[in-house]
C-alpha cells in the first residue's frame, strides 16, 4: 500500500500569491492533519479534519485554510504568501483522530515565498 | 516557556552508546509521540504511549505521567541512528511538538 502522498514536492511561489497543497492519506485512513516546519524550529501544528470536518486548528492566521474531501484527501491553501511562509509543509494520517493513533506522515512539501 | 521542552538540543555519540533523550511538557496530554526525521524532512513514528514503557528492537520509549516527562533510549547505537528525534504531545485536539534533539553517531 501506498504511503501518505503530499504535491507537490517543491515549489516557489511569489509574496502575495496564493498555493495550494494536496495530500492523499493511507488507504483506510480518514483522519489527516497538517503541519508547518521552519527550517531549523520543530514542526507547528496548522489543521486536523476528520470525517471532513475540522477537529483541530492551530495557532495560525485565516490566510491558512483547508479541506477535506469525500475520499480522505485534502487540500492546504494559503492566501496572500508572506516571505516567512516559506517552510516544509507536511501532512499525517491516521485510522481515526490524532489520540491514540500513530500517525503516519508523507515527506512534506517545501514551499519558497520569494 | 515552551509547553514542550527537549533535551539535550544536540548530541554526539560514538557506536555503541547508550543514548537517552528527554522530553518534558507542562500541559494535560492525552497521549505522547516520539518521532524521528531523517534530512531531507521525512518523519516517522518511533513510539506512541499513553502510559508507562514500550520497546522495538534497539529504542525503548518510557512515561511518567505524574512527573510529565519521557524520555527515548537508543541501546547499542549506530550511525544509522544519526537523525533528529522529536517529541510531541496530544493536547485537546492538537499536536503540540518539541524543538527536536539533533543526534549524530559516529563510527
Known amino acids: 500500500d501506498a504511503g501518505v502522498t503530499q504535491s507537490p514536492t517543491h515549489l516557489i511561489k511569489t509574496r502575495g500569491q496564493q498555493v495550494t497543497l494536496r495530500c492523499s492519506p493511507i488507504?483506510?485512513?480518514?483522519?489527516v492533519s497538517w503541519y508547518q516546519q521552519v527550517l531549523g524550529q520543530g514542526p507547528q501544528f496548522i489543521f486536523q479534519?476528520?470525517?471532513?470536518?475540522?477537529?483541530g486548528r492551530g495557532n495560525f492566521p485565516d490566510r491558512f485554510s483547508a479541506r477535506q474531501f469525500p475520499n480522505y484527501s485534502s487540500e492546504l491553501n494559503v492566501n496572500a504568501l508572506l516571505l516567512g511562509d516559506s517552510a516544509l509543509y507536511l501532512c499525517a494520517s491516521s485510522l481515526v483522530g490524532l489520540s491514540g493513533n500513530t500517525i503516519y506522515f508523507g515527506e512534506g512539501s517545501w514551499l519558497t515565498v520569494v | 516557556k515552551n509547553e514542550v521542552e527537549q533535551s539535550p538540543q544536540n548530541l554526539t555519540a560514538q557506536e555503541g552508546e547508550f543514548i537517552t533523550i528527554n522530553c518534558s511538557y507542562s500541559v494535560g496530554i492525552s497521549a505522547l509521540h516520539w518521532l524521528q526525521q531523517h534530512p531531507g524532512g521525512g518523519i516517522v513514528s518511533l513510539f506512541m504511549l499513553s502510559s508507562g514503557k514500550k520497546k522495538h528492537g534497539r529504542l525503548i520509549a518510557t512515561i511518567n505521567i505524574q512527573e510529565k516527562h519521557s524520555s527515548l533510549h537508543i541501546t547499542a547505537s549506530h550511525p544509522r541512528d544519526s537523525a533528529v528525534y522529536i517529541c510531541?504531545?496530544?493536547?485537546?485536539?492538537?499536536?503540540?511538538f518539541g524543538t527536536g534533539t539533533r543526534l549524530q553517531v559516529f563510527p
Open positions: 510531541a504531545v496530544h493536547n485537546t485536539d492538537k499536536l503540540i
Open positions: 488507504s483506510g485512513h480518514k483522519s
Open positions: 479534519y476528520y470525517e471532513k470536518e475540522e477537529r
